[in-house]
């Protein structure tokens, strides 16, 4: 199985920062790697498919990158509503499978 | 847009047996994959089985082999998850999610989940 190791687990940060979350595969998945938000009580949310591309409806202070095995989730300007726990999945083979999460705290 | 609902959640002794559902609408159901993912309390996300559209593959996580089986209903717009021998590891809410084609790939919408409670 593909093993999905996201860094930091979490993290503290303010309105306006700029974050980066990292995911790495224990094997290369090409860009077959999609991001999620989940904020308490409420269901996963796509917002990046394909490594870069957005989910429509998606705001533009996320963006996402990488190939292979490294990928970086970004938020160019933490917003209010950004504080949630951010996965990373792999669509590359089954069993699909999730980073552990990253939890974006406020400072 | 697409909209899931989650139904057949609740308290199971261990052992025991549960059929979820997920009933579908805003979209051409029988044009995608479909999956279920659960979330264990306080823990992350765990998929758990896809079916294909199309050729209806299946495929499943080793935690759930052999226990589960994925099926769908295209004239109901409805996927289910029979679950068999649960125990207290299959604790969870379960997502149902709408895949972003037919042969699988992420999982572009969710729904609310059903929380499945296995206990004595």
């Known amino acids: 199985d593909i093993q999905m190791t996201q860094s930091p687990s979490s993290l503290s940060a303010s309105v306006g920062d700029r974050v980066t979350i990292t995911c790495r595969a224990s094997?290369?998945?090409?860009?077959?790697l999609a991001w999620f938000q989940q904020k308490p009580g409420r269901a996963p949310k796509s917002l990046i498919y394909?490594?870069?591309i957005l989910q429509s409806g998606v705001p533009s202070q996320f963006s996402g990158s990488g190939s292979g095995t490294d990928f970086t989730l970004t938020i160019s300007s933490l917003q209010p509503e950004d504080f949630a726990t951010y996965y990373c999945?792999?669509?590359?083979?089954?069993?699909?499978?999730f980073g552990q999460g990253t939890k974006v705290e406020i400072k | 847009e697409a909209q899931l609902m989650e139904s057949g959640g609740g308290l199971v002794q261990p052992g025991g047996s549960l059929r979820l559902s997920c009933a579908a609408s805003?979209?051409?159901?029988?044009?995608?994959?479909m999956s279920w993912v659960r979330q264990a309390p306080g823990k992350g996300l765990e998929w758990v089985s896809t079916?294909?559209?199309?050729?209806?593959?299946?495929y499943y996580a080793d935690s759930v082999k052999g226990r589960f089986t994925i099926s769908r209903d295209n004239s109901r717009n409805t996927v289910y998850l029979q679950m068999n021998s649960l125990g207290a590891e299959d604790t969870a809410l379960y997502y149902c999610?709408?895949?972003?084609?037919?042969?699988?790939?992420?999982?572009?919408?969710w729904g609310q989940g059903t929380l499945v409670t296995v206990s004595s």
């Open positions: 999610a709408k895949e972003g084609r037919a042969s699988g790939s992420y999982p572009s919408y």
């Open positions: 805003g979209f051409a159901f029988s044009n995608y994959a």
């Open positions: 079916l294909h559209g199309g050729d209806d593959r299946t």
């Open positions: 094997q290369g998945i090409s860009n077959y």
């Open positions: 394909a490594a870069y």
């Open positions: 999945q792999q669509y590359y083979t089954y069993p699909r499978t």
